[in-house]
């Protein structure tokens, strides 16, 4: 027997987590977290809950950036894993046809129905990969439209399609694809012109910014591609399994059906990496065209028993659970409360997005005070006041969010969807606190504030 013991090793060096992430993994991580105030000691998880060694709750309205859509360690998923495991299946033999992959294949493609194949792979970022490459090759045309501000991973080729020039600046050469505002139609009809476009590749509700697509471009956007012969890819590895209240958020807009859609992060369980890229029959049959072709395209890990197995065990609860009929109700109920204190604080610009995915935004206020304070913070870094507000709220409320992305003053809230009205009244409540801290316009928030202030300076 072997003499690892993970409880040992565990119990022994865990409290060396900062310093070993410090020495051996990205150094800026830990700094940015005690820099912040979040580098915090979280002993165990469960549900949409952690636990410090205290004993004391933490709210998470992040979800590991969408990952956990049904919490952590959702039983029904824990003894799949366990199950697959205990079976001893003869996984990732290669050259055989496992029943597991056919089987979360076949459970997809039921949610879009004019879908008709899957490719697994390991994550967003590959699922993304995917997408370009089959449309690439299927169109015969090399370039792939994108929208600003998008987010489709940080591999080479995603990154070809990221609309944020701080994930592309120092790894160029990228892939010649080519951006385009969100919602302008006149633009993507101007380089559909050119007859060298694949295909449009977006988000329907843009993570950064928490951005939906104007009503009715989706579907305008997908007539345009496919009267040049190019292709509709649907980003759904943040939007999709029930996020924003529907199964797949493209499906908000009647008529829209992609000709490629990618998923990811909340088929885990939380637990197994698994992307999946979702595609019309024509497509996969001219990648895969013929026997020589056979692993043109190909994932080592893909299709891997565990992850086949949670993918299974995600969708049976979503089903049992009603968790897309939850995200819908929870999400317009929290929405609904958020949007009602924009009257109350002037620094409260806007609340939007769908489901489980919402945008809480700040804006310039008009009493001179708060506008002073304003101003300095934004003479620093645009930002700073979002992060003026994620930081009380983990540091007093005990509540996990995150800013939705550089340079923008808006927090994103994407919490598993299994939270109810406790976790909705409790994430009120303590919104509402600071928000009252910060309109009284003094206090350790802004004293925070200065804090930032510095620290972006000397970043400069």
């Not at 299927?138 to 994108?146: N, Q, S």
């Amino acid at each position: 027997m072997t003499g690892f013991d993970l409880a040992e090793l565990l119990a022994e060096r865990g409290g060396e987590r900062y310093d070993l992430h410090t020495r051996h993994l990205n150094h800026q991580l830990p700094r940015m977290l005690r820099t912040i105030g979040f580098d915090k000691v979280y002993e165990r998880a469960e549900g949409a809950y952690f636990w410090d060694a205290e004993g004391q709750d933490y709210l998470d309205m992040l979800a590991g950036f969408g990952v956990m859509g049904l919490g952590r360690h959702h039983p029904v998923v824990r003894r799949a894993l366990h199950d697959v495991l205990d079976a001893g299946l003869p996984d990732l033999t290669r050259f055989d046809c496992q029943p597991l992959p056919g089987l979360l294949a076949e459970k997809l493609l039921s949610y879009a129905p004019h879908l008709d194949r899957v490719f697994f792979g390991n994550s967003g970022t590959e699922a993304v990969e995917t997408a370009l490459k089959f449309a690439r090759y299927a169109t015969g045309k090399p370039r792939v439209l994108y929208c600003t501000h998008a987010f489709h991973g940080l591999t080479t080729g995603s990154l070809s399609v990221n609309g944020e020039d701080g994930f592309r600046d120092g790894f160029a050469p990228l892939l010649p694809d080519t951006a385009i505002e969100m919602g302008d139609l006149e633009a993507l009809a101007k380089e559909l012109a050119r007859g060298d476009v694949a295909a449009l590749v977006v988000e329907p509700i843009q993570g950064k910014g928490v951005l939906p697509t104007p009503p009715g471009f989706l579907r305008a956007a997908q007539e345009l591609l496919h009267r040049h012969k190019g292709l509709l890819i649907a980003d759904e590895v943040q939007t999709g399994l029930g996020r924003t209240g529907d199964f797949f958020a493209y499906q908000h807009e009647e008529g829209v059906t992609p000709d490629l859609v990618c998923v990811a992060k909340a088929l885990s369980g939380g637990y197994v990496p698994v992307g999946a890229t979702l595609g019309k029959d024509w497509i996969f049959k001219k990648v895969y065209s013929s026997m020589d072709r056979v692993l043109v395209h190909s994932a080592s890990f893909g299709s891997n028993a565990q992850a086949m197995a949670a993918g299974l065990a995600v969708l049976s609860v979503m089903e049992d659970e009603q968790i897309v009929a939850n995200a819908r109700h929870t999400g317009d109920l929290l929405r609904t409360r958020l949007a009602a204190l924009t009257d109350k604080y002037e620094l409260l610009h806007e609340v939007r997005g769908r489901g489980l995915m919402i945008g809480i935004e700040f804006g310039r206020p008009k009493s001179l005070g708060l506008r002073s304070r304003w101003t300095m913070l934004q003479a620093a870094r645009k930002g700073l006041f979002a992060q003026l507000v994620v930081v009380p709220l983990l540091q007093r409320h005990r509540i996990l969010t995150q800013v939705s992305g550089d340079h923008l003053e808006v927090i994103k809230l994407i919490p598993p969807l299994t939270i109810g009205e406790r976790e909705v009244d409790r994430f009120v409540d303590a919104f509402t606190a600071v928000m009252d801290e910060a309109h009284g316009g003094g206090g350790l928030l802004w004293d925070f504030g200065r804090t930032l202030v510095k620290q972006a300076v000397a970043n400069r």
